[in-house]
């Protein structure tokens, strides 16, 4: 597992979530995750999630912190598995920041109806995939949402801590799988 912390912006329009992104992109071949930060706009015909094409909502935001994750030759429950404890990380980041209000509702955030992510997990033919965006700006998005910015947290540092966390959950996930035996 690999992980890169992009500094520069970078617009999240949903294209992005295909297979061998991360490596076209950022030269990181294999599992690997990135954090970037830019404004997110995904359009109906670039949505994977069919609940949010069925109800008419597209998403937008400003500005946005967007983690994406490739895992090579993994199944979308085990995707899903992994989106829902990425989730969960990120919430225990926001509540040790002090945000102890922030609930996770799958894979969501919210601080009270104020809805502060976005996530999708999906899979190809050749790999499993995450986008998860946080809000950093809370300004104009077609719903109600809270950003890292309106929290005063500061998104490079709060990106850099989410990708350490995960990496390091991942090496432990690596490490269980090849401590045990097998059982008749």
Not at 41 to 62: C, F, G, Q, R
Request: aromatic share 8%; with cysteine.
């Amino acid at each position: 597992m690999q992980i890169h912390f992009h500094a520069e912006p970078l617009a999240y329009q949903g294209p992005e979530l295909t297979s061998h992104f991360i490596y076209n992109r950022f030269g990181l071949r294999g599992d690997a995750m990135v954090a970037f930060a830019g404004p997110c706009e995904v359009h109906l015909k670039d949505m994977v999630d069919l609940e949010d094409v069925h109800a008419d909502a597209p998403i937008y935001s400003e500005s946005m912190l967007h983690f994406l994750i490739e895992h090579f030759q993994t199944p979308l429950e085990t995707m899903v598995l992994r989106q829902r404890l990425l989730t969960a990380q990120i919430q225990t980041r926001l509540q040790a920041a002090g945000q102890n209000q922030i609930r996770r509702s799958g894979d969501d955030l919210y601080d009270g109806s104020n809805k502060l992510s976005v996530s999708i997990a999906t899979v190809s033919p050749v790999s499993g995939l995450i986008h998860f965006g946080i809000n950093l700006s809370s300004q104009n998005t077609p719903v109600p949402t809270r950003g890292l910015n309106d929290y005063g947290i500061e998104w490079q540092a709060f990106a850099q801590a989410v990708l350490t966390a995960y990496l390091d959950e991942d090496r432990s996930i690596r490490q269980a799988l090849t401590k045990v035996r097998w059982v008749a």
